[in-house]
C-alpha cells in the first residue's frame, strides 16, 4: 500500500512540475501578447484529383523553409500583425507520380490583419467580419506556442489538373 501511494504522489508530482502548459487550460492575453517569429511548419495528409474522369488519391506532406514571417500580438485593444514571409513546400504524390509544389506566404491563413482572441484554448483570427478557423494551442510556454491548422486548399498541377491537399499541419512560434 505504501509503494502505491508513493508511486501516485511521484506521477502528481511530476505532472505539476513541468513549465510547460501541455493539455493546455486557461491561457490568458498575457501569455499571447509580444512578437513571435514562426520557426517550423509541417503537415501532413491526402491529396485528391480527378484524371480523366477518375478520382484519385493520394498522399501529401508538406514543411516550410526560408523562414522570416514574425507575428505580432497586441492588447487593448487585441491587434496582431504578420510581418514577412516564408515558403511552403509540398510534396504530392498521386499514382507513382510527384510533384514539389512552394508557395510563400505571408501569414497562418487568410487574414493577415486584424484582431485575435483566445477562446477554449484556440486562437481566432479576425478581420472586417472575417473570423479565421480555429487554431488550438497545443501546447504553451514563455517563449514558445506549437498551434494546429487544418489544411484544405486546391492548387492547379502543371498538367491544369485541380489537386485538393487536405491534412493537419503543427506551426512552431517562438520569441
Known amino acids: 500500500m505504501k509503494k502505491l501511494i508513493l508511486l501516485f504522489l511521484s506521477i502528481s508530482l511530476l505532472i505539476a512540475c513541468s513549465d510547460d502548459q501541455d493539455g493546455v ?3 490568458s492575453n498575457d501569455d499571447i501578447v509580444g512578437t513571435w517569429n514562426i520557426t517550423k511548419s509541417e503537415f ?3 491529396a485528391t484529383a480527378t484524371v480523366q474522369g477518375i478520382p484519385v488519391t493520394g498522399s ?3 514543411t516550410g523553409k526560408d523562414y522570416d514571417l514574425a507575428l505580432t500580438f497586441k492588447e487593448n485593444p487585441n ?3 504578420f510581418e514577412g514571409t ?3 513546400v509540398v510534396e504530392v504524390s498521386i499514382q507513382g507520380q510527384t510533384q514539389i509544389v512552394e508557395r510563400e ?3 497562418l491563413g487568410e487574414v493577415t490583419v486584424g484582431t485575435w482572441k483566445i477562446e477554449n484554448n484556440q486562437l481566432f483570427f479576425e478581420n472586417g467580419g472575417v473570423t479565421s478557423e480555429a487554431l488550438p494551442i497545443e501546447s504553451i510556454s514563455s517563449n514558445k506556442i506549437v498551434v494546429k491548422i487544418d489544411i484544405d486548399q486546391t492548387f492547379t498541377s502543371p498538367q491544369d489538373i485541380p489537386v485538393t491537399v487536405k491534412g493537419i499541419g503543427t506551426v512552431i512560434l517562438e520569441k
Open 60 to 62: 501529401a506532406k508538406g
Open 86 to 88: 516564408f515558403t511552403s
Open 79 to 81: 491587434e496582431f500583425s
Open 44 to 46: 501532413s495528409g491526402t
Open 25 to 27: 487550460t486557461d491561457i
Open 105 to 107: 506566404l505571408n501569414s
